[in-house]
């Protein structure tokens, strides 16, 4: 743990939970990209996918197929983008290990990229209320 590190201290974020296992919390975006933007954040203080162990890969995988399926009868989604940036040189902010899952739809006017690779990309895209964060989790979770 470092007391430094927002994905640390849960009570940044806690309100964002959706749902959890033993080595990973899926968050929903504060500033969404699209709707259904979240991300799956490891519970102990990594930066890298390197430094994940084969139990922790396999839960990986079992809470983003848990939660693409629930996105999927939320949202009716047509893609999803999966990433992560390691290291600052890649765009890493924040230090610590987590994966953007990112909806598309087949009717979107403009790249969620195209916001994501503005210089300031927190300006770009809304920051959503506490109470409208815990209104989409809702939703999400009736889904799960």
Known sequence: MN???QFCRIESFKHQIICQNKNFHIIHSRSPLTKGHVMIVT???IDSFLDLTEL????????LKK???SLKKTYKYDGINLF????ETAGQIIPHLHFHLILRFKDEKESPFNKLNNS???EIHKRLTREEI???IKNIKENL
């Open 120 to 122: 300031k990309p927190h």
């Open 134 to 136: 815990i209104s989409r």
């Open 56 to 63: 922790e890969i396999k839960d990986f995988f079992k809470i």
């Open 84 to 87: 992560t940036n390691v290291g």
């Open 43 to 45: 519970k102990k203080h």
């Open 3 to 5: 007391n430094h590190c």
């Open 67 to 69: 939660i693409s399926k």
